[in-house]
């Protein structure tokens, strides 16, 4: 299985960007991103899974976006309106089935993850 963020870079307050995650090796039924900023913990940013549903960490709740194409085995995090504190390396994770709505959230509900891709906000 194999995981591959890309998308990421340098863009100025307010700006967007879009993220994509191209899975191979498998099939998934839930996929999330997370973020990890300087010196802080690894954070839960959003999640989907196969059935639709989809889940927001409060601080990018309205600005955020999560999407995925299961026919590619591919899922996009559209960000809009970034903050300078959204700056981190955002990491795709997947499981091969539906990770129950409780535990989305958790870094341990993932299998497999991606080896990340720099997002800065800077002016």
């Known amino acids: 299985v194999q995981l591959v963020e890309s998308g990421g870079g340098l863009v100025q307050p307010g700006g967007s960007l879009r993220l994509s995650c191209a899975a191979s090796g498998g099939t998934f039924g839930s996929y999330a991103w997370f973020r990890q900023g300087p010196g802080k913990e690894r954070e839960f940013v959003a999640g989907s899974r196969y059935s639709g549903s989809t889940n927001y960490a409060d601080s990018v709740k309205g600005r955020f976006t999560i999407s995925r194409d299961n026919a590619k085995n591919t899922v996009y995090l559209q960000m809009n309106s970034l903050k300078p504190e959204d700056t981190a390396v955002y990491y795709c994770?997947?499981?091969?089935?539906?990770?129950?709505?409780?535990?989305?959230?958790?870094?341990?509900?993932?299998?497999?993850w991606g080896q990340g891709t720099q997002v800065t906000v800077s002016s």
């Open positions: 994770a997947a499981h091969s089935r539906t990770v129950i709505l409780s535990s989305m959230r958790r870094i341990s509900a993932y299998d497999f």
